[in-house]
């Protein structure tokens, strides 16, 4: 909500302001650049607003510490490494060539 009343308020300031300094038509009825400052004002008017109102407003705070309970008998207690572990080398196979085959133009 609060994003949609920022964009909007901004295109209402960006047609306002086209319509006040960059648009010479007139027409007989509406003033056309009476319109574009009109537009312009209501548009600086609604990103005060908007800008007021998410300032102001509560923030969610979500807390990712939590305190986790296990009664005894879900504890499995962990087997013990061995300290001393061999290590084990596997031998390394030699590559095979790629039989290659033959190609027989017809």
């Known amino acids: 909500m609060r994003n949609t009343g920022l964009g909007t308020s901004i295109g209402l300031v960006a047609v306002g302001a086209i319509l006040a ?54 504890v499995q207690p962990r087997q013990a490494q061995p300290t001393h572990a061999q290590p084990t080398h596997a031998q390394p196979t030699q590559a095979q060539p790629i039989q290659q085959q033959e190609v027989r133009q017809g």
Not at 27 to 37: F, L, S
Not at 54 to 67: A, F, G, K, M
């Open 21 to 74: 300094w960059a648009v010479t038509y007139e027409m007989a009825a509406i003033d056309v650049n009476m319109v574009g400052i009109i537009l312009f004002a209501v548009g600086l008017l609604g990103i005060a607003v908007t800008l007021a109102a998410t300032s102001t407003s509560q923030r969610t705070v979500i807390r990712q510490d939590r305190e986790v309970l296990v009664s005894p008998e879900q």
